[in-house]
Every structure is written in C-alpha cells, then in structure tokens.
C-alpha cells in the first residue's frame, strides 16, 4: 500500500531513532520500474558476502536481516508501481539480546534510488527528499486595523507574524478637524502598509518553493495594498489571488485558504477535502452505495463492492494495512486522509473508515 506523505514522514521519524551497534542495519532501494527479482538475487549473494564479517555478533545480525529481507521479497511478484524501500535489522537496546524488525514502505511518490547498504543507522535521505513539500503559498489577511502573515505548506496552515496599525476608529473629543484627521489616518495606514510588506519580504523573499502568494481583506483595504505598489516587484508577480473578506485574524487564514480553492484546485490540501465530501455526498444522496464503519466497510470489500477506499491517518495501521490490502485485490482506489483539514477531523470523528461503492449490496 502507497503511503501518504504524512504516514511517510511518521516512519522517516521512527527509523531515524534506531542505531546499530556496528554496521548491521540493512537499507535496501528498489527503484520504480527495478526487475524484483533480480534484487532479491543480488541480497542472496550477499549473504556469502556477509560470511566474512570478522565480528560474530555483527555476522550474525547481518545475516538474520538478509534471511528476513529475501524471505520477504518473495511475497512480491513485481516491484510496486512507486518502487519499494526496505529496513531491517536488530534494534536491541540490549547487547546479546535480538530485536530483529523489518519495516517496508511503498512511497507516494516514484523512488529513483538503488540501494544496499548496511550501516551503523538506516539511509533516509531518498525517503526525506520525498517527503519535503514542493510548494508553499503565502498568506495575508488584512484591513486596517491588523494583519496576519501565514503560510500554506502541504496542508498545514502557519501564522508567520501578527500585526496592528493602531490606527484610531474614530474622531475623539479634543477638537482635531476630520480633515486634518483623514490626513493623519492616511499616513498611519500608509506606514502600516509598508510594514505590512516589509514582513512579507522577510518571510517570503527568496524562497525557493513559494507558489504563490493570496491576500484577503475587505474593498479597498487589500486593493489598495496590493495596487499601492507597497511589495517588492518579486513578490508582487506572486500574488495569485485577491479575496473579499472580513476576517484579518489568525482564523482568517484557514477562511482565506477555503475561499481559494479555485485558485488551488491542484493543491493537496484542497485535493483532499474535495475527496472528504465526494464521500459525504454520496452518504447523504445515495446511501445505498456507500458504507461507513469497518463492519460494513469490510463487508464490501469482501463483496468486490468498493469503488474508493476512504481511510483516516489515524485509524490503526494495523487495520489500515489490511483493508488495504483487501481493496489492492478489487482494485479499489485508496484515499488516506489526514486530521489537518475539518473535513478530515469530521471523518475521523465518524470512524474514519468509509467507502463509496461500485454497486449497491
């Protein structure tokens, strides 16, 4: 089963904190398109490689590893779609005691590496490059009073920084004309536009993965910033959308995000979410070809029924695993679907395990 990036990153974490005692834990790269079972060879050979390994303990971890790995590949009859990276070896805190663990990941993207390496630590580098997010989008939400500076990255939403004008509401008793006071608030939110961008160029400037950038805020607020030529050139030729709206507080980020999913019709966050409600839609308007829990799930998948596989990031790996394995054998899509957005919390909050159906049963 593919994983996502996010399940992907949770294992890149558990394999980094595992060290050998020597040169024992086995890394393996089997890159999209690789003959398996010329891999599976090659790892055969190097079992009399590994004979020569002076240290006893170490030949012996060594060794078991190869045994576990090649034992393993033989369940495959081809290398998957994305390639295949295995780990394995003895993770044993304690000297003499064996812990042998084997950890095998079907990357969400095409691995191009090949690899066998044994090491005092696993090789993740291949595995860290996939999981890096390739595209990030900047975020404003302002009027004159405050801002809020964020950033969209993968589906998480960051507040960068915080901002108010303390530009007054009002006239206040004391005699100021509203002429005079028309001039002095137009230079106060002229000032505050200029710092406004002066942050922006601090947090955006020169990076490297930044899509775009959308700004959101009320007539004329967020018009007369972006047209005010108050950002650098840069940054301007990097604004992809202008949105009305109210809200200039942190929360006025994730409404920001929501209300420019036209502008981010490719992007995960909103790839997921439109994924979340095909699946509630088709609960509300044709129940009959849907199932919802993993009782009625399983059943399903047993039947051949399932169209698409929905499946939360948090519901057991175990159980992720094998109702996976049993859509892989109907050749039913599989979604995972993360708590990052509220769709994905209003899932999980259901269960987390869903399908829409290729018949009704």
Wanted: glycine letters at 8%; aromatic letters at 6%; hydrophobic letters at 35%.
């Amino acid at each position: 089963m593919q994983l996502s990036k996010s399940e992907l990153s949770e294992i890149v974490e558990e394999l980094e904190k595992h060290k050998g005692r020597a040169t024992e834990l086995i890394t393996v790269y089997i890159p999209a398109g690789q003959n398996i079972y010329v891999v599976a060879d090659q790892l055969e050979a190097e079992k009399s490689t590994a004979k020569n390994i002076k240290s006893t303990s170490t030949r012996k971890n060594v060794g078991n590893a190869l045994d576990k790995i090649t034992r393993y590949l033989k369940d495959y009859n081809k290398t998957p779609e994305n390639g295949l990276a295995i780990f394995c070896g003895n993770i044993s805190k304690t000297e003499g005691v064996e812990d042998l663990k084997l950890w095998d990941i079907e990357p969400p993207e095409q691995l191009k590496t090949r690899m066998y390496r044994c090491d005092k630590e696993f090789i993740l580098e291949p595995l860290k490059e996939l999981v890096e997010v390739s595209e990030v989008f900047g975020l404003l939400v302002m009027d004159r009073k405050e801002a809020t500076v964020g950033m969209l990255e993968g589906k998480r939403i960051d507040v960068m920084q915080k901002m108010t004008s303390g530009i007054p509401s009002k006239i206040r008793a004391g005699g100021q004309s509203s002429q005079r006071f028309h001039r002095i608030t137009e230079g106060l939110t002229r000032d505050f536009y200029k710092r406004v961008a002066e942050e922006m160029k601090k947090v955006f400037f020169g990076m490297s993965k930044l899509k775009g950038i959308l700004i959101g805020g009320p007539i004329p607020t967020k018009d007369e910033f972006i047209e005010g030529e108050y950002m650098t050139n840069a940054l301007q030729e990097k604004v992809i959308g202008r949105i009305d709206m109210g809200d200039s507080s942190e929360s006025g980020l994730n409404e920001l995000v929501s209300r420019s999913q036209d502008i981010l019709t490719n992007h995960e966050r909103t790839l997921e979410r439109k994924e979340v409600e095909r699946l509630f839609q088709a609960l509300g308007e044709d129940h009959d070809k849907t199932a919802l829990g993993e009782e009625k799930v399983k059943s399903a998948l047993t039947a051949g029924a399932v169209e698409t596989l929905f499946l939360s990031s948090k519901v057991p790996k175990q159980i992720i695993k094998e109702l996976s394995k049993m859509a892989e054998s109907i050749d039913s899509k599989i979604k995972i679907i993360s708590v990052e957005t509220t769709e994905g919390e209003q899932f999980m909050n259901l269960g987390g395990i869903g399908a829409i159906l290729r018949f009704a049963i």
